[in-house]
């Protein structure tokens, strides 16, 4: 095996150094993120449900978070399967500090970056770029006078915003968090430049791509946090793993839960839907390792839950959880500590527990069945179709800013639109962080050669920032305050 040392992965490196003590390092990240608005800000944001009342239902902040515990119980089980002799052989037994917190942390920002109304705040963002960006005056003109091969690139990119790319954003062009690059690194999920389209990517990397990962404005920082932690082309970080999986373990079960909660599935419609869900994935309902069969498991747990006279909806997640929660987790880090190599360089491309086995038909069950029950319900429609008109209107209302050319644009910035009154307000309800992210970008060396290109590029990552950085709640008070005459 080649030689295999954590501590090229995990060090004090990041873009504007400072100290020389890890742990002292990881403990400013820890209190940089936790104590940032983005963080704040997803108390308010869709894991499932938009615009949610009911406060038992989880906001991606309380899912973060949930996240994060499992993160951690997946670091102890590596640790503790290792052997003291594998744990110096691979770098590691210094460092179980050092890979809780940097999980830890992974963990609670890895949804940081997602828009207001979860998937279809994305989608929304997406729809709205792909249909009207060529109709823009900026684009018309640029369409004229550039190739496909100068413009597609940058189409490309702001037709496909994605939550995961903004996190990277936020870390460093937004917040500026200077976050040492092994815990902006275990956040980076997929390891595609936005620029490139997914067919461009060699096919063994293609699960590690199959989303953008960063967009242009990020390019040159992500190149240094590759150097820097000895990160191949479109592969990852070794803890970017287990950040996946125990998101992956944690809304499989969460979201059910949730359903539960808001009376979408009953206990006992939920559990015949899981039975028959997995016994359609594993026909043979094996036991599952040192358990009854899934079968018999759900009806102890379903049983147990009617005895309760207080709550059997707690009392069934409780019991739910726990049996399935160690099962998954060993799963998570016995793949991790089966695919060391892969896993420490980063071309493992799968996710951890996806392996085809028992416990990636249990994860794919409880998805499947939100799939199949849960998202579909018709008041969640109903709620993400408003979404969709909220996302898609502000737009609309912001539009304006865009079919600016530069020079127009530019006076607006310098405090110098009063005969734009539209325009001015407009510009003036965008958040000062986002603006001034806009003109750093336009005063350092533009990745674009053209600069009119560049500058309506930055101009709708503006708007894409704006937007996204919204809460559920302040997207539709916004939507309703700019739509008041319609
Ligand atoms: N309402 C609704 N929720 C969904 C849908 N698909 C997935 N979800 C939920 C399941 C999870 O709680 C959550 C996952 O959110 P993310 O946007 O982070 O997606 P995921 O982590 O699977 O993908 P990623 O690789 O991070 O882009 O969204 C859907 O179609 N409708
Ligand atoms: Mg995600």
Known sequence: MPHIDFRKKISLARPRPYGSNLQRALESDRGRIINSAPIRRLQQKTQVFPLERNSAVRSRLTHSMEVQQVGRFIVHSIYDRLSENEKDAYGLSSLERAVESLVEIACLMHDMGNPPFGHCGEDAINRWFTK???ELAPMQQLLQELSSETTDPI???????????????????????????????????????????????????????????????????????????????????????????????????ADLEDAVEKRILSLETLTEHLKRTFAELEPDNRPIKGKHCFDRLLDNVYQDAQNDEIS??????????????????????????????????GDLNRALIEDNSQFHALAK????????????????????????????????????????????????????????????????????????AYEIALKEEAPV??????????????????????????????????????
């Open 155 to 253: 189409i490309h990119e702001l037709c496909h915003f994605d939550g995961n790319a903004q996190a990277i954003r936020l870390v460093q062009s937004l917040h500026r968090f200077n976050l040492t690059y092994s815990q902006a690194a275990a956040v980076l999920k997929y390891t595609r430049p936005a620029t490139e389209r997914a067919d461009q990517v060699p096919t063994d990397k293609n699960y590690l791509t199959k989303k953008v990962g960063y967009y242009i404005t990020e390019n040159s920082y992500v190149n240094s946090l590759m150097d820097e932690l000895e990160m191949a082309k479109y592969c990852r970080h070794p803890l970017s793993y287990i950040m996946e999986a125990a998101d992956d373990i944690s809304y499989c079960l």
């Open 132 to 134: 009207h960006l060529k």
């Open 312 to 345: 059997p909806t707690h009392k069934f997640f409780i019991k739910l959880r726990v049996e399935m929660v160690h099962p998954l987790v060993n799963h998570a880090s016995e793949q991790f500590t089966n695919n060391l190599e892969a896993v420490f360089n």
């Open 365 to 436: 069950t409880f998805k499947q069945v939100a799939i199949n029950h849960v998202f579909n319900d018709p008041e969640v429609e109903n709620l993400e179709l408003q979404g969709y008109k909220i996302i898609g209107g502000l737009l609309e209302e912001y539009r304006p800013l865009l079919d600016l050319d530069t020079d127009t644009f530019q006076k607006i910035v310098r405090g110098e639109g009063r005969k734009l009154p539209v325009e001015r307000r407009l510009f003036n309800k965008l958040s000062r962080k986002h603006v001034a």
């Open 449 to 486: 050669t053209n600069p009119t290109l560049w500058e309506f590029y930055l101009r709708c990552r503006l708007l894409q920032d704006y937007i996204s950085g919204m809460t559920d709640q302040f997207a539709f008070d916004e939507y309703k305050t700019l739509l008041v005459s319609d």
